[in-house]
């Protein structure tokens, strides 16, 4: 069974940081792609950014230059470092897991709080 499990959210003030982490585990081969999603209350989840199996990483327009994607393969575990937080980015940030090969599979985490305020 694979598992996603998030973790580092909170409360935390404008202009500060954050590190989320994403563990996986289970049945996973060829990872495609990771990815961190957030949803805000009353609206829809948005993509924040990717990471490939080849460490290709593509970021929202919004978080460009503040968040930063990685990924340890060793941990199995992805990270989402989120620099100079402002009260929008406040979400519950999603991980998201597509791997396969003929056929593909996507999975979710339960998701983690952000919060940014003062």
Same mark, same amino acid.
């Given at each position: 069974?694979?598992?996603?499990?998030?973790?580092? +959210?909170?409360?935390? @003030?404008?202009? #500060?940081?954050? /590190?989320?982490?994403?563990? $996986?585990?289970?049945?996973?081969?060829?990872?495609?792609?990771? +990815?961190?999603?957030? @949803?805000?209350? #009353?609206?829809? /989840?948005?993509?924040?950014? $990717?990471?490939?199996?080849?460490?290709?990483?593509?970021?929202?327009?919004?978080?460009?230059?503040?968040?930063?994607?990685? /990924?340890?393969?060793?941990?199995?575990?992805?990270?989402?470092?989120?620099?100079?937080?402002?009260?929008?980015?406040?979400?519950?940030?999603?991980?998201?897991?597509?791997?396969?090969?003929?056929?593909?599979?996507?999975?979710?985490?339960?998701?983690?709080?952000?919060?940014?305020?003062?």
């Amino acid at each position: 069974q694979v598992q996603l499990v998030e973790s580092g +959210g909170g409360l935390v @003030q404008p202009e #500060g940081s954050l /590190r989320l982490s994403c563990e $996986t585990s289970g049945n996973i081969y060829n990872i495609l792609m990771m +990815g961190w999603y957030r @949803q805000a209350p #009353g609206k829809q /989840r948005e993509l924040v950014a $990717t990471i490939t199996s080849d460490s290709d990483t593509d970021y929202a327009d919004s978080v460009r230059g503040r968040f930063s994607i990685s /990924r340890d393969n060793a941990k199995n575990t992805g990270y989402l470092q989120m620099n100079n937080l402002k009260p929008e980015d406040t979400a519950v940030y999603y991980c998201n897991l597509r791997f396969g090969t003929t056929r593909q599979y996507d999975y979710w985490g339960q998701g983690t709080q952000v919060t940014v305020s003062s």
